[in-house]
């Protein structure tokens, strides 16, 4: 009970936070094996997996997302979101302050993809098969830190 009254409710709360929000709140960044994992759990989806007639990604797409991933992602790349779509497709995204990016890999050699930033306000699309490069510079644009960016802007 002493020890109950020596303690403030506030009493830890400011000595924890910092290291709790540095964890909770620093970008995971790309990695290969987690997506790898990531995309293996996909390929185990069953059809119907969406509750009414979803169509699993087929492994011919996954390996070819995967591949478009190594090709445009450097180590310093936030992980993207990687969602399946009913019909087989994957949706790859990165929502970061400065900027959003999209790839709607329908098939392998078919991808839509999109992006908003500052620059590009209202939106920018590609229709996309095999060079990536474009992409690439997408990324590596939201993989700077924004004082970075700030500073090259000037």
């Not at 995967?66 to 009913?86: D, F, K, R, Y």
């Not at 991808?111 to 209202?122: L, Y």
């Amino acid at each position: 009970m002493n020890a109950l009254k020596s303690i403030s409710a506030y009493s830890n709360v400011f000595e924890l936070q910092p290291s709790l929000v540095d964890v909770a709140f620093r970008p995971q960044l790309f990695s290969i094996p987690r997506v790898k994992r990531q995309m293996e759990e996909l390929l185990r989806l069953s059809p119907g997996w969406d509750g009414y007639n979803g169509i699993p990604s087929t492994s011919d797409n996954i390996y070819f997302a995967i591949s478009v991933l190594e090709s445009t992602c450097g180590p310093t790349a936030p992980a993207p979101q990687i969602v399946p779509g009913a019909s087989g497709d994957l949706q790859i995204e990165w929502h970061v302050d400065n900027a959003d990016i999209e790839l709607h890999v329908r098939a392998p050699y078919d991808v839509h993809a999109w992006r908003q930033s500052a620059e590009h306000p209202d939106g920018e699309e590609l229709f996309l098969s095999t060079d990536f490069d474009l992409v690439a510079g997408w990324i590596q644009e939201i993989s700077e830190p924004t004082d970075a960016v700030s500073a090259a802007a000037a």
